[in-house]
């Protein structure tokens, strides 16, 4: 199996996971890297435990905040999340990942909303659920126009909880060039469909499975 530095992550990053003893990629993070890299949409099926956020984390964010890509302002990176807790884990390992060279705004209900404007005002990347988000949106308190990649991360259970009239109605305010990526644990028919809407034409990775929880 090829080391991080072997899939083309910078040394800068490889660093930082290397401090918390991670060194090598599990096979989905392999994988979806050089997918990633090239700029293709993915379709990920990926149980949990196994990595799935640093997956499309690692690749991410070196393309969009490595050293060889071109320096923009505004936030060039959106991650979707069913649950708040999820949200605030994602935006951890991507802090792990990035360290204090850009900063990942949560915004979710239950939380201070004049705090989440105000730290969108300076955030390269949102995470975020559905519903805060496009009230923000609809308010026109947040601009996305500068988005080069979208992530529904645990896409079947968005829609399993309800999310969908609410991810349709994001797509008006998305642009329309970006990268897709979707990631799930189960073979889900809704999450095809929604790519399709989005426009994506995903590479297919992985093998949804019965068992969503890798054992150990």
Request: with cysteine; glycine share 8%.
């Given at each position: ?30 994988e ?16 949990t ?12 964010v070196q ?14 990176l ?10 605030f ?56 126009q ?24 994001l ?15 189960t ?10 809407e ?5 590479t ?5 499975a019965?068992?969503i929880?890798?054992?150990g």
């Open positions: 199996m090829a080391l991080f530095s072997e899939l083309g992550l910078s040394q800068e990053f490889v660093d930082r996971l290397a401090a918390d003893g991670i060194t090598q990629p599990t096979p989905i993070q392999a979806v890297f050089p997918l990633v890299m090239e700029g293709k949409s993915v379709l990920g099926f990926s149980k435990g196994t990595g799935k956020t640093l997956a499309f984390l690692a690749p991410l393309r969009i905040f490595g050293p060889e890509a071109p320096t923009s302002k505004g936030i060039r959106l991650v979707m999340v069913p649950t708040r807790e999820l949200a884990q994602v935006a951890e390992e991507f802090e792990r990942l990035v360290g204090t060279t850009r900063r990942a705004v949560v915004v979710v209900g239950g939380e201070a909303e004049d705090r989440q404007i105000a730290g969108a005002k300076d955030a390269d990347t949102l995470v975020a659920t559905p519903g805060r988000l496009i009230d923000l949106l609809e308010r026109r308190m947040l601009d996305v500068a988005l080069e990649a979208i992530v529904l991360d645990e896409a079947d259970r968005l829609l399993d909880m309800g999310f969908l009239p609410d991810i349709r109605r797509m008006a305010y998305l642009p329309p060039k970006r990268q897709m990526l979707f990631f799930s644990a073979l889900h028919f809704g999450v095809d469909e929604l790519s399709y989005f426009g994506a034409e995903c297919r990775i992985g093998e949804p019965e068992d929880t890798v054992e």
